[in-house]
Nanobody, 125 residues
Framework: QVQLVESGGRLAQAGGSLRLSCSAS????????MGWFRRPPGKEREFVSA????????DYADSVKGRFTISRDGAKNTVYLQMNNVKPEDTAVYYC??????????????????WGQGTQVTVSP
């Protein structure tokens, strides 16, 4: 079955960097668009970033644009989220998700069929 496993979440200081990874199995990786979402404490889940099936298109929420970079490695069936200059407001559980429906990038969470279990990112001031 399809499994998405996130890793890389940890405690970081504001201004620092983190790299999240999401390893996918049970699917043909190049046939799936991938996305990162997050759920801040006490808030709804929100879109962070997305990448198309072959990595030719990317999309970012305004709050992370210029600081975060999404990428994917087809040889490793892994999608990454490089987080630079992190801020306390980036504190959240981060989830990766996969979509077979998206023709490019996709911000709408309902278009994603599979989700990982999440990884906690905490940014201290």
């Amino acid at each position: 079955q399809v499994q998405l496993v996130e890793s890389g979440g940890r405690l970081a200081q504001a201004g620092g960097s983190l790299r999240l990874s999401c390893s996918a199995s049970g699917l043909t990786f190049s046939s799936w668009a991938m996305g990162w979402f997050r759920r801040p404490p006490g808030k709804e889940r929100e879109f962070v970033s997305a990448i198309s099936r072959l990595g030719l298109s990317t999309d970012y929420a305004d709050s992370v644009k210029g600081r975060f970079t999404i990428s994917r490695d087809g040889a490793k069936n892994t999608v990454y989220l490089q987080m630079n200059n992190v801020k306390p407001e980036d504190t959240a559980v981060y989830y990766c998700a996969s979509s077979s429906l998206a023709t490019g990038t996709q911000r709408d969470s309902v278009e994603y069929e599979y989700w990982g279990q999440g990884t906690q990112v905490t940014v201290s001031p």
